[in-house]
C-alpha cells in the first residue's frame, strides 16, 4: 500500500532527513512526501538537500516557508546575506538555477481533498476558511511564477507587512501581508491583529493566541499541517499537526503518516546546526 508522509522544516539538515526516511521506509517509487517549508538554510546541506528532493520533485509536495523566499531572493540578488545565511554551497552549484525555478514553481498552500489535509508553511488566517485561503495563495503563487517575479520579491523586501488584512492599502502590502501570513505568523487576536516579530507579544494571555486556537475557533472545517514554531514543539490534535520539533536546533525531526484514520508519528534526534533563537 502507497504511503503519504508530512515532515516538518528540514533546514538543510541532510542527515536527519535521511535517517528518518529510512526509520519510516520511505520509498519514493511508490509513496509520496509532503513538506511544510523552510526546506533550506541554517542547516549545513541545503545543497544536497535539495538536489535530493529534485530528482523526487514528481513525489514530493512542497509549500514555501520564509527561509524559502529568503533563499529565492538571495538567488536573484534582492537581499545580501545575513549572518545565519549557509546557502553559500547551494547558490555556488551548477545545478541552483534548476533547484530554484522548482521552488520558485512551489505553492504556498497544499490541500488534499480525499485526505481532508491542508499544508501551510506557517498560518492561515482565522478569517479566511480553506477555499478563502486558496485564493489569497493563489494570487502570491501567480505573482512568483509571472516573468516579472522579481520586481515582486522586491516589493516583498521593501516595507513591512502591515499587522491587519484591514490595513493594506493596496494590491503591494496585501501580497506583503498574504506572504506573511503564510510563511511568518504565529499569534494573532481575536480581531486578527498578528504579531510578526519573532518574540512572542507580552500579552499571549490575554488578545494574542497562538493561529490555530483562534482559526479552530472560527473556522468549523479544515484539519491542517505546518511547520515554522520551533519554539511550540510538536503538536498532535484531531485538526492540527504541527510537525516542526526544532531539528537544526539539536530537537527532534518529526514525520506524520497521514493516510490512515489517525496519523502516526515519527522522530529522529538531530544534532544541533544552529543556536535558538525563536526562529
Avoid at 516589493?155 to 513591512?160: E, I, K, R, Y
Amino acid at each position: 500500500m502507497n504511503a503519504i508522509y508530512a515532515m516538518g522544516d528540514l533546514q538543510g539538515c541532510y542527515a536527519p532527513f535521511s535517517a528518518l526516511l529510512e526509520q519510516i521506509g520511505f520509498t519514493p517509487q511508490t509513496d509520496q512526501l509532503w513538506l511544510a517549508g523552510d526546506l533550506v538554510n541554517r542547516g549545513p546541506d541545503s545543497h544536497v538537500l535539495i538536489n535530493r528532493l529534485y530528482t523526487w520533485h514528481e513525489r514530493v509536495r512542497v509549500v514555501l516557508g520564509n527561509h524559502d523566499f529568503y533563499a529565492l531572493a538571495r538567488w536573484a540578488g534582492i537581499t545580501p546575506a545575513k549572518k545565519s545565511d549557509t546557502l553559500a554551497l547551494l547558490l555556488a552549484d551548477p545545478q541552483v538555477d534548476e533547484w530554484m525555478e522548482w521552488l520558485r514553481s512551489s505553492p504556498l498552500l497544499h490541500t488534499d481533498p480525499q485526505l481532508g489535509w491542508t499544508m501551510v508553511h506557517a498560518a492561515i488566517h482565522p478569517d479566511w476558511d480553506i477555499a478563502t485561503a486558496q485564493g489569497h495563495a493563489d494570487a502570491v503563487e501567480n505573482a512568483l511564477h509571472d516573468r516579472h517575479w522579481r520586481r515582486f520579491m522586491r516589493s516583498l523586501w521593501a516595507a513591512p507587512a502591515p499587522n491587519r488584512w484591514q490595513d493594506c492599502r493596496n494590491e503591494e502590502e496585501a501580497q506583503r501581508f498574504r506572504v506573511a501570513v503564510f510563511t511568518r505568523a504565529r499569534y494573532v487576536t481575536a480581531k486578527g491583529f498578528f504579531s510578526w516579530p519573532n518574540t512572542p507579544p507580552k500579552d499571549t494571555a490575554h488578545e494574542f493566541a497562538p493561529w490555530h486556537q483562534r482559526f479552530f475557533e472560527k473556522q468549523s472545517s479544515g484539519a491542517i499541517i505546518c511547520g515554522h514554531w520551533a519554539t511550540q514543539g510538536l503538536l498532535v490534535q484531531p485538526r492540527l499537526l504541527a510537525l516542526d520539533s526544532g531539528c537544526v536546533w539539536g530537537r527532534q525531526l518529526s514525520a506524520a503518516r497521514i493516510d490512515g484514520t489517525e496519523p502516526v508519528i515519527y522522530q529522529t534526534s538531530c544534532p544541533m546546526f544552529a543556536q535558538p533563537d525563536n526562529k
